[in-house]
Nanobody
Framework: QVQLVESGGGLVQPGGSLRLSCAASRSIFSIYRMGWYRQAPGKQRELVATITNGGSTNYADSVKGRFTISRDNAKNTVSLQMNSLKPEDTAVYYC?????????WGQGTQVTVSS
């Protein structure tokens, strides 16, 4: 079964940084667009950043200028560098294709921004 394993979350103070990683158990080379999603308590899962296999990126307005998505097709990984974190960034973060129809959802990684 194809798996996605997210890691790198944790507790960080407002203004801090975290780097999330997602490892896929099979090649992502042929997947046109990969993305990072997040789900805060009581809210729907939302797409926050995407990257194509050509390196083109797109971001939700709420994270633009603070988050950077990258992918390494050779290593089958997708990363999310998060800077200037805010309490409203608190959520479980997931990676998947965009649209999310190429992988089962992983367990996600919890990001908590709090002083």
């Amino acid at each position: 079964q194809v798996q996605l394993v997210e890691s790198g979350g944790g507790l960080v103070q407002p203004g801090g940084s975290l780097r999330l990683s997602c490892a896929a158990s099979r090649s992502i080379f042929s997947i046109y667009r990969m993305g990072w999603y997040r789900q805060a308590p009581g809210k729907q899962r939302e797409l926050v950043a995407t990257i194509t296999n050509g390196g083109s990126t797109n971001y939700a307005d709420s994270v633009k200028g603070r988050f950077t998505i990258s992918r390494d097709n050779a290593k089958n990984t997708v990363s999310l560098q998060m800077n200037s974190l805010k309490p409203e960034d608190t959520a479980v973060y997931y990676c998947n294709s965009d649209p999310p129809n190429r992988f089962h959802w992983g367990q996600g990684t919890q990001v908590t921004v709090s002083s």
